[in-house]
C-alpha cells in the first residue's frame, strides 16, 4: 500500500508541474540562424518568392493565395502540410514587409499561433537571415506541452533555414 501512496504521489506531483508550465510559460521562444555567400537582394527575393517554398519546406502540399496587398504587409496565405501522415492547413498572415531588410509572419495552425520574425543582414557579401520565433497557444494543454517541445520546433526551423541555404547556393 505504501509503493502505491508513493507512485500516485509522484504521478500527482509531475501532473501539477505539468499543467503548472501552462500558467508559468505563456510563450515559446527561439532563435535560429543561416549565413549564405549571396547579396541580401537576391536571398530576399528567393526567400520570398512562394513558387520556390517547396524546395526549402519539403511537407508544404499546396500553397494558395486568398488576399495579396500591394506592400505584401496584410496579405493572407493558406498553406497546407503533411505532418506524419496527416494534413494541417494553416492561415499566413504578413505582419511586416520591409525589402531586404525583415518579414514579419503570423501563422495560425489548429491551436498553434506562431509569430516569425526573419531578418536579413549582409556583411561583406555573406547574408545572414536571423528567425526569432514564438509560438501560443489557444488550447491550455498545447500551451503546457510547448516548452517541453521548444528543442523540436528550433530543429525544424533551423532545417528549413539550411535547407534554403543549399537550395539558393546551387542556384
Request: net charge neutral.
Amino acid at each position: 500500500m505504501k509503493v502505491i501512496k508513493i507512485i500516485l504521489g509522484i504521478i500527482i506531483a509531475f501532473s501539477l508541474a505539468f499543467f503548472a508550465t501552462g500558467l508559468i510559460v505563456k510563450e515559446t521562444t527561439y532563435t535560429a540562424e543561416v549565413s549564405l555567400k549571396k547579396p541580401v537582394k537576391e536571398v530576399f527575393k528567393e526567400f520570398n518568392d512562394a513558387g520556390n517554398i517547396k524546395n526549402w519546406i519539403p511537407e508544404i502540399k499546396s500553397f494558395e493565395v486568398v488576399n495579396e496587398n500591394v506592400g505584401k504587409t496584410g496579405s493572407v496565405y493558406k498553406i497546407v502540410v503533411m505532418a506524419e501522415d496527416q494534413e494541417i492547413t494553416m492561415t499566413e498572415k504578413v505582419m511586416a514587409f520591409v525589402p531586404n531588410e525583415k518579414i514579419t509572419l503570423f501563422f495560425d495552425a489548429e491551436n498553434m499561433l506562431k509569430k516569425d520574425d526573419y531578418v536579413f543582414t549582409e556583411k561583406n557579401g555573406v547574408t545572414t537571415i536571423t528567425l526569432n520565433a514564438s509560438c501560443q497557444s489557444e488550447s491550455y494543454v498545447m500551451a503546457c506541452m510547448f516548452p517541453y517541445f521548444k528543442g523540436t520546433f528550433k530543429e525544424q526551423d533551423q532545417a528549413y533555414l539550411n535547407n534554403f541555404k543549399a537550395y539558393i547556393e546551387k542556384k
